[in-house]
């Protein structure tokens, strides 16, 4: 072998062991994130090619295709997201379960009360604990990720394979197969320099649970990614109606939970009116976040998210897309469930600072 394919191989030595230790997934120039994952995850077909400059020489195109996978796409350093050619390592393909490249937030039901029929909400995940315990809902962003409520996933940040996620599920007596299920394998509390999660008063309630194995999208209509919304989007002025599901109480008084998820419309409101539902009954001072973190709907008898749904979504329509939907907000709290004039409290998703949060959480690097 001469000097110079020896160089050329030094070369590739060094380069896949650089992409040994990275992580499968990353950002497009526009901004959406992809995930490398296994053929056959995912159902959407990506639409963004490297921009891959071919060199005449076969060994020295090798190495080109090695150093733009390398270097000129998104690796961690410092937490910040930086966006690149689309690529992925050796038997992983790009899955864009995010941004125009995706397929998230499609569903084809009509969201009338009551029973949700199946397949309706794909991007619910089931919350339980080893024991098979409900433990809440969340939100499937990604193969490999779930955003929740904080409140319900803090305790197993230090042993998350207690915690088991489930797609597909309906009626929880009759569980979808294997392939719709994951343990944790991380759990991420919100916290940021300037804001963390708050146990005591439930503000900055988000947390994005990391799956060991991919959850499939394209074995069944049952199981779907959220779209997330837009940063900064405001979906309560002008008031909009939306959706949140869960297999919590019915009514707050009676442990009973419901044999089929259910779902229900609610209209959405600003945090002042949203407040004076509060009056006399709940020391929004403490508890109410006015500053963006948090987002109020309900208010109509009945028609609520009430104790055992928190972790879950609303669910709003993305845009003019009838069919299209976002996780606009996750279930934290409220007072009793379903009072005319007492809104439900919610995390605000598309606040600019978790929703930045949330975007490098599911492109972190993880070992």
Known sequence: ?????????????????????????????????????PPGICASSGGIDPRIVTPADAEDADIERLIQEVFFNRIITDGTPVPG???????????????????????????????????SHPWLAFLMNSTGSFLGGGSLLSPYHVLTAAHKVAPYVNTPNQLTVVMGVNN????????????????????????????????NDLAIIRLANPISLTSSTLVNTICLPPAGANYASPPQ????????????NNTVVPTILKQ?????????????????????????????????????????ACFQDGGGPLTCGLGTAASRFTVTGIVIWGKSCGQPGVYGVYTNVPYATYRTWIISSITEAIP
């Open 1 to 37: 072998m001469n000097a110079e394919k020896t160089s050329i191989n030094a070369v590739k030595f060094i380069v896949f062991f650089i992409l040994s230790i990275v992580s499968g997934q990353g950002v497009t120039p526009s901004g959406d994130p992809y995930f490398c994952v």
């Open 85 to 119: 050619p689309v690529s992925c390592p050796s038997g992983r393909v790009p899955c864009f379960a995010q941004g125009t490249d995706s397929n998230c937030g499609r569903s084809t039901n009509t969201f009338v009360d009551g029973n949700a029929p199946a397949g």
């Open 172 to 203: 929880p007596a009759t569980m979808p197969p294997a392939a719709y299920r994951s343990v944790a394998s991380r759990i991420s509390i919100f916290s940021t320099s300037t804001l963390t999660y708050d146990a005591a008063t439930l503000k």
């Open 241 to 252: 109606r939306c959706i949140v599901a869960g297999w919590g109480q019915i009514q707050p």
């Open 264 to 304: 229900v419309n609610v209209n959405t409101t600003d945090i002042n009116t949203c407040e004076n539902g509060f009056s006399g009954i709940v020391n929004t001072g403490l508890y109410l976040d006015k500053t963006g973190g948090q987002l109020c709907a309900g208010g109509e008898a009945q028609k609520d």
